[in-house]
């Protein structure tokens, strides 16, 4: 089992910055990614950018947030981050990041999400 939480979440403005983390526990040696997702009211969620799980570092982007966001783990403390810079309204979104398991196609793990809502 695999526990997930997010942080960082909040009311910001277009062109600002914000950084969420996701913390994980449990069974984390079979962890293979993470991956932030979002979901705005009345829309599909989507993929926001993963990275592969204790330095494996592969890491990958979804094309409307190529070059403004980076995703980064810090494998001491189990965390990975998505640090946002110039966010736009479209940016807005409540951001659940997921573990991929070894061996599994598709994100078994989920977290409760942390709200971000970008204001003109």
């Known amino acids: 089992q695999v526990h997930l939480v997010e942080s960082g979440g909040g009311s910001v403005q277009t062109g600002d910055s914000l950084r969420l983390s996701c913390t994980a526990s449990g069974g984390t040696a079979d962890i293979f990614s993470v991956g932030w997702f979002r979901q705005a009211p009345g829309q599909e969620r989507e993929f926001v950018a993963s990275i592969g799980w204790n330095g494996r570092g592969r890491t990958y982007y979804k094309d409307s947030v190529e070059g403004r966001a980076t995703i980064s783990g810090d494998n001491a403390n189990n965390v990975v981050y998505l640090q946002m810079d110039d966010v736009k309204p479209e940016d807005t979104g409540l951001y659940y990041c997921?573990?991929?398991?070894?061996?599994?196609?598709?994100?078994?793990?989920w977290g409760q999400g942390t709200q971000v809502t970008v204001s003109s």
């Open positions: 997921a573990a991929l398991i070894w061996g599994e196609a598709h994100y078994r793990y």
